[in-house]
């Protein structure tokens, strides 16, 4: 595209744009009233820039040169032929400014920084644990049969747990489970009734022999404690703590007799010694062996010094 360019200096070795229609080139200073030069204009593309650069400050153009106006002779004189300017080849575009280095945009505090991308190694763990979730809580593949309801609301019975049971036995009726079914948890839950009314009954009387018995010995009357606890073990039989508490009578009551026999021993009743003794060892408590053991040693000595008396001496004739 071509077109008329009136803003060129003449001189054909300045040929630089003006800023302005003005009468001397500001560059070379040449009065500018011949006809400028046709100028090609071609059409450069624009850059494309990263970012807009602020465009360097503008130079104020330089001052004209003020060239003194020709005498009025020369001027009268012929003024020769126009000579027809030399073709001006077209100006070279001017080269590209050079790339200033992109600006940082400057930082929004209302957007928020990208996300990194989810590896895959998070959605491995993702699908695994819930897996893992759905078969803790996965839903059972089949209801439990009436027959199974009735086991285990039997279990429960059996410990006890007649809430639980009845319970179960509500439901069963509810959903109209087998007469037979129903019938014979109603008879497993009357019978554990029964069952659990007495165990908790010889709970509670335990409890109380056992204050009682041990209230006994810490007395120091290991007879009335055997008693106490010879008359809950007829009412309610024998078990692990009654057979332990038996044990503690028992060696109360043989350390009794020892304690006799001490007595006896200081005394030197050898008769009373022995029956002391026989009667500890009829408790059979191994607690007491060494005691037992040391009691029968004195009694033998005991005993044959009463033999060594009792012997008749040498006659004076003799």
């Known amino acids: 595209m071509s077109e008329k360019v009136n803003e060129v200096c003449i001189r054909a070795a300045c040929g630089r744009s003006l800023p302005l229609r003005v ?18 204009k071609v059409a450069v593309p624009a850059p494309v820039m990263p970012d807009p650069v602020p465009p360097p400050p503008r ?5 004209p040169v003020h060239v003194p106006a020709p005498a009025p002779q020369a001027a009268a004189a012929a003024v020769p032929p126009p000579v027809p300017a030399p073709s001006v080849p077209p100006a070279a575009p001017a080269a590209a400014p050079a790339k200033a280095p992109p600006a940082k945009p400057a930082a929004r505090g209302s957007v928020p920084p990208p996300r990194p991308p989810v590896r895959l190694r998070t959605w491995i ?18 209801p439990a049969s009436v027959a199974e309801q009735v086991a285990a ?10 809430d639980g049971a009845r319970s179960a036995l509500a439901v069963l009726k509810s959903a109209k489970a087998p007469a037979a079914q129903l019938k014979r ?11 659990c009314e007495k165990k908790q009954r010889r709970e509670e009387a335990w409890t109380t022999a056992q204050a009682a018995v041990r209230q006994a010995l810490d007395a120091g009357k290991p007879d009335v404690a055997a008693t106490r606890l010879a008359a809950h073990v007829k009412r309610w039989g024998e078990d692990a703590d009654s057979l332990e508490l038996d044990a503690t009578v028992k060696v109360a009551l043989a350390s009794a ?16 010694l022995e029956n002391s003794l026989i009667a500890a060892e009829r408790y059979k408590r191994p607690e007491l062996a060494a005691r037992t053991q040391a009691l ?23």
């Not at 763990?125 to 089949?142: E, H, R, Y």
């Not at 007799?257 to 200081?266: N, T, V």
């Not at 004195?298 to 008749?312: C, K, M």
């Open 257 to 272: 007799q020892l304690d006799a026999a001490d007595a006896c021993l200081a005394k030197g009743d050898r008769v009373c």
């Open 185 to 195: 948890l109603q008879a497993s839950i009357t019978t554990a009734a029964t069952t």
């Open 125 to 142: 763990a993702a699908a695994v644990a819930l897996a893992g979730i759905w078969f803790v809580n996965k839903p059972s593949d089949k």
């Open 296 to 318: 029968r040693t004195a009694l033998s000595q005991l005993l044959e010094r009463s033999l060594l008396d009792a012997a008749p001496g040498p006659g004076p004739g003799q």
């Open 153 to 162: 609301a039997t279990a429960l019975a059996a410990q006890c747990d007649l």
């Open 23 to 40: 009468v001397h080139c500001p560059f070379c200073g040449t009065r500018q009233a011949g006809a400028a030069p046709v100028l090609t």
């Open 59 to 63: 130079m104020p153009p330089p001052l």
